[in-house]
């Protein structure tokens, strides 16, 4: 049987805070602590999704099986999808989408965009070069898809200096330029035009201050 004088005695102790909840301050105390509830799931959710996205580059290749592997592509931050076939890019019989940031980091391409700040969606004609140049201001992912494109990334890694990779015509590839490396799009198709999106994590405009040009100058001549 419950004591009667513990009652009185709790709820006097419980007393300051029901008073409290009485007050019209209440309400946006209340407010806040379920704001910072969900500060705190959403919190535990992302980390929860960062360890499940640490499992090795390999076990990515094994589940996307579909994903085709060429030589140099690890050094040149890339990954590319077959777009004949049914791909992890391509599901069905409408074509092929893809999340480049989402895919980036599930891939552990490392040093991506975390986010798509600014925008450049792009044609380039056979022949035609783009970037051959180094941000140092933002990372950037890119979505190269459309023709025989060359990608080259600045990598000390490589002898040379850089890794280079050709990216077939029916092929879409992902790749990531960390901020300071340098890169560029080289259009190697005899007919075709290369599609691409560059998203870059940060929105201040890549001038002469924050950007290095020119960096290859076999490239130049196209
Ligand atoms: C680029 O990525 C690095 C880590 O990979 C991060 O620290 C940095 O904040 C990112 N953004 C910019 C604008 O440098
Ligand atoms: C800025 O960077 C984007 C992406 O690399 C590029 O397409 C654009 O030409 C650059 N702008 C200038 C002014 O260099
Ligand atoms: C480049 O952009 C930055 C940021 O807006 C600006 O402070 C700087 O003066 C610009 N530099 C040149 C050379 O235009």
């Known amino acids: 049987m419950a004591n009667p004088r513990r009652i009185v005695i709790e709820n006097q102790r ?3 805070l029901i008073n409290l909840l009485k007050k019209p301050l209440a309400f946006p105390l209340l407010l ?6 969900t500060w705190i799931s959403l919190r535990l959710q992302h980390s929860s999704h960062f360890s499940s996205s640490s499992h090795t580059k390999s076990a990515v290749k094994s589940s996307n099986s579909d994903l ?5 592509d690890d050094e040149a931050n890339l990954i590319r999808f077959g777009l ?11 074509g092929w989408l893809l999340d480049p940031v989402i895919l980036a980091r599930d891939s552990l391409l490392k040093g991506g965009a975390g986010s798509c700040l600014s925008i450049h969606v792009g044609e380039i004609r056979p022949g035609g070069l ?19 494109t060359k990608f080259r990334l600045e990598n000390n890694k490589v002898e040379k200096g850089y890794a280079e990779v050709v990216i ?5 590839a992902v790749a990531v ?11 190697v198709d005899p007919v075709r035009s290369t599609f691409f999106i560059g998203c870059q994590d940060s929105n201040t405009p890549n001038n002469s201050s924050t950007s290095d040009y020119k960096i290859w100058k076999d ?4």
Do not use: M, Y
């Not at 806040?32 to 509830?37: A, E, K, P, S």
């Not at 077939?168 to 879409?172: A, F, P």
């Not at 490239?219 to 196209?222: C, Y």
């Open 32 to 37: 806040g602590f379920f704001v910072f509830l």
């Open 84 to 94: 004949v076939s049914i791909s992890p890019v391509r599901k069905d019989d409408r």
């Open 168 to 172: 077939g015509e029916n092929e879409v």
């Open 68 to 72: 085709e592997i060429h030589d140099g």
């Open 14 to 16: 419980l007393s300051p």
């Open 219 to 222: 490239l130049q001549k196209v």
């Open 177 to 187: 330029s960390p901020s300071g490396t340098a890169h560029a799009l080289v259009n």
């Open 130 to 148: 783009r970037g051959n140049h180094r941000h140092h201001t933002c990372n950037e992912t890119f979505v190269i898809w459309g023709a025989k």
